[in-house]
């Protein structure tokens, strides 16, 4: 199994350009997420997704947009960039609300 | 307001030897606590998991411990290699209809073990 997969692992952008981070799963978890990583900070969540067709914000979703038409995908649209979205990015997946989160392996994106 | 808190920051250790690591909580209702190991560039994995009954739990080198009375847990390293070297953090799960934040992360111990 891939587990938790994750596209771009690096991009730049520049100020005002929109953008999709691509994560897919193939291990049938209906509880997907969207965090955002920065230096010397817990794992913010942006936000999660409970089963296909549902989507809810988490911590800090402004500036994000998510969409889960299937079990396997939840991307992540980023729209009109600004630099305090540089950071990293991490999708997870869980089989059940309180379960382990299995992690991509992160997308680093700078908003230049 | 549910926290978790880790420290120390950071730590730098000897290959060899042994360290611990804390983390304090105040999170409510608790679920369950895990430790993930997270390698430079690479995204957090699971260590272990404690639930509110288990005192102790070991992984190999790892051993979690949790008192659920002062809501404390640590993680022990034992015989450090070079590739212990990562950040580890603890993530409390909130259990209940306790809304949209089931999962509340500590900021993270980097450890560095030197040769």
């Known amino acids: 199994n891939a587990g938790v997969t994750q596209t771009p692992k690096f991009r730049i952008l520049k100020i005002g350009q929109s953008m999709t981070l691509q994560c897919t799963q193939d291990m049938n978890h209906n509880y997907m997420y969207w965090y955002r990583q920065d230096p010397g900070m817990g794992l913010k969540l942006i936000y999660y997704s409970v089963g296909a067709g549902i989507t809810d914000k988490g911590e800090v979703p402004n500036g994000y947009n998510v969409s889960r038409s299937t079990t396997e995908d939840f991307p992540l649209r980023l729209e009109l960039a600004a630099p305090s979205q540089t950071s990293v990015y991490f999708c997870?997946?869980?089989?059940?609300?309180?379960?382990?989160?299995?992690f991509g392996e992160g997308s680093r994106l700078t908003v230049l | 307001k549910n926290q978790v808190e880790q420290s120390p920051q950071s730590l730098i250790i000897l290959e060899g030897k042994n360290c611990t690591l804390q983390?304090?909580?105040?999170?409510?209702?608790?679920?369950?606590l895990r430790w993930y190991k997270q390698d430079t560039g690479r995204g957090p994995v699971s260590l272990t998991i404690?639930?509110?009954?288990?005192n102790t739990k070991s992984n190999g080198r790892y051993t979690a411990t949790l008192d659920a009375d002062t809501k404390q847990s640590s993680l022990h390293i034992t015989a450090s290699q070079l590739s212990d070297s990562a950040s580890y953090i603890c993530v409390v799960s909130a259990g209940g209809d306790s809304g949209t934040y089931k999962y509340i992360f500590g900021t993270g111990t980097r450890l560095k073990v030197l040769a």
């Open positions: 983390c304090n909580y105040t999170v409510s209702p608790f679920s369950n």
């Open positions: 997870a997946s869980s089989p059940r609300t309180t379960g382990e989160l299995f």
């Open positions: 404690m639930t509110f009954s288990e």
